[in-house]
T-cell receptor, first 111, second 114 residues
Framework: SQKIEQNSEALNIQEGKTATLTCNYT??????LQWYRQDPGRGPVFLLL?????KEKRKERLKVTFDTTLKQSLFHITASQPADSATYLC??????????FGSGTQLTVLP | EADIYQTPRYLVIGTGKKITLECSQT?????MYWYQQDPGMELHLIHY???????EKGDLSSESTVSRIRTEHFPLTLESARPSHTSQYLC?????????????FGPGTRLLVL
């Protein structure tokens, strides 16, 4: 069956450090992968999309990599700030051409 | 900021009541979605629509129903609310921007059924 797995444990890092979040998937052949941010009690907000033929994508302090051989995407936040604290979700297009979300990784950046 | 709205934001209601959760978007998107999310848990797709008069059930079985009579409006109805329906309901629409299709979410409706 199709599965999306993100860091099961919450991630705590010190301000200024780089946060790295992992998204692994099985039984998908995605044309692209997306990352969203969700704050408590609010809907997710789209951050980045990376296509299967792209190895890396950057947007300001964010960097996403996509390895279709390892079936893994890494999401990096450099020079992290307390305002980056949130839950980060990866999402893939599934067999029914609908976006399926991972359970998310809760990131806390400590001042 | 996405132009997608949900009302009410919070709703506390007794068992057996009929409720309708409203969702509207002003972006002209054809595709719209309803997700259910419990605190700290993943999003589950319960309904989606590809356009007017098109509705489909999602991955998670739900006793709710939806309608799509107008492009901008995608309400979700529970005929008889039960405590098991207590959850957060998120509406989304998707459109193309910068050569990619992404989803835009509303703020959600937090439902508590007593």
């Amino acid at each position: 069956s199709q599965k999306i797995e993100q860091n099961s444990e919450a991630l705590n890092i010190q301000e200024g450090k780089t946060a790295t979040l992992t998204c692994n998937y099985t039984n998908y052949s995605p044309a692209y992968l997306q990352w969203y941010r969700q704050d408590p009690g609010r809907g997710p907000v789209f951050l980045l999309l990376i296509r299967e033929n792209e190895k890396e994508k950057r947007k300001e302090r964010l960097k996403v990599t996509f390895d279709t051989t390892l079936k893994q995407s890494l999401f990096h936040i450099t020079a992290s700030q307390p305002a980056d604290s949130a839950t980060y979700l990866c999402a893939l297009e599934g067999s029914a051409r609908q976006l399926t979300f991972g359970s998310g990784t809760q990131l806390t950046v400590l001042p | 900021e996405a132009d997608i709205y949900q009302t009410p934001r919070y709703l506390v209601i007794g068992t057996g009541k009929k409720i309708t959760l409203e969702c509207s978007q002003t972006m002209g998107h054809d595709k719209m979605y309803w997700y259910q999310q419990d605190p700290g848990m993943e999003l589950h797709l319960i309904h989606y629509s590809y356009g007017v008069n098109s509705t489909e059930k999602g991955d998670l079985s739900s006793e709710s129903t939806v309608s799509r009579i107008r492009t901008e409006h995608f309400p979700l109805t529970l005929e008889s609310a039960r405590p098991s329906h207590t959850s957060q309901y998120l509406c989304a629409s998707s459109g193309w921007s910068g050569g990619q299709e992404t989803q835009y979410f509303g703020p959600g409706t937090r439902l508590l059924v007593l």
